[in-house]
């Protein structure tokens, strides 16, 4: 089955550090890959997502993510973090071998922002 | 558009009471799912409906939740009876396609004490 791994459970970084989130995904056919992001007592709300076409894809608070079919990733990166990005985030696929009804959610990354 | 609309946002209740939790989806969203979120099991995928018909329910726990969808715009999780470990942050997620990912709530937290 798809299946996503986020390889780092917790992140600490200080503010307007650069960050990166890892994302590892399983399958090697045609997938779609969405970043989520849920701020606390919140739900998940959607960050960016990669489909077809370029890479790379940039969310509108400065997040980007890059499609590597090769090394099947999709990390997020931030050049410079915010206090207001702590939060948890989630990578997620469809597609593969599970088809495109349904999101595998990998178990999410917790980005701690400090002054 | 109000967005994914889950009620109660917080539900406190004793050990063997049925609970249930409500969820209204964007209008024209044809999927909706169920999650639960509790600190060591991450995300789970409860149960998941298409035009208003269960499509995989087998992220259900136990005998004791069940789901339906009677129309398009109202679904329900029903925990009966309720035990603590069920206390978590239920979600419900609608969905149109499958290139804009899915909708959020914002949640109901239940506490069972």
């Known amino acids: 089955a798809q299946s996503v791994t986020q390889l780092d459970s917790q992140v600490p970084v200080f503010e307007e550090a650069p960050v990166e989130l890892r994302c590892n995904y399983s399958?090697?056919?045609?997938?779609?890959l969405f970043w989520y992001v849920q701020y606390p007592n919140q739900g998940l709300q959607l960050l960016l997502k990669?489909?077809?076409?370029?890479?790379l894809v940039e969310s509108i608070n400065g997040f980007e993510a890059e499609f590597n079919k090769s090394q099947t990733s999709f990390h997020l990166r931030k050049p410079s973090v915010h206090i207001s990005d702590t939060a948890e985030y989630f990578c997620?696929?469809?597609?593969?071998?599970?088809?495109?009804?349904?999101?595998?959610f990998g178990t999410g990354t917790r980005l701690l922002v400090s002054p | 558009d109000a967005g994914v609309i889950q009620s109660p946002r917080h539900e406190v209740t004793e050990m063997g009471q049925e609970v249930t939790l409500r969820c209204k989806p964007i209008?024209?969203?044809?999927?909706l799912f169920w999650y639960r979120q509790t600190m060591m099991r991450g995300l789970e995928l409860l149960i998941y409906?298409?035009?208003?018909?269960?499509?995989?329910d087998s992220g259900m726990p136990e005998d004791r939740f069940s789901a339906k969808m009677p129309n398009a715009s109202f679904s329900t999780l029903k925990i009966q009876p309720s035990e603590p470990r069920d206390s978590a942050v239920y979600f419900c997620?609608?969905?149109?396609?499958?290139?804009?990912?899915?909708?959020f709530g914002s949640g109901t937290r239940l506490t069972v004490v």
């Open positions: 997620a696929v469809n597609g593969g071998n599970t088809g495109f009804q349904k999101l595998v």
């Open positions: 990669y489909l077809s076409g370029s890479t």
């Open positions: 409906f298409n035009n208003n018909v269960p499509i995989d």
């Open positions: 399958s090697s056919v045609s997938v779609y």
């Open positions: 997620a609608s969905r149109a396609d499958r290139v804009n990912g899915y909708t």
């Open positions: 209008s024209g969203h044809d999927y």
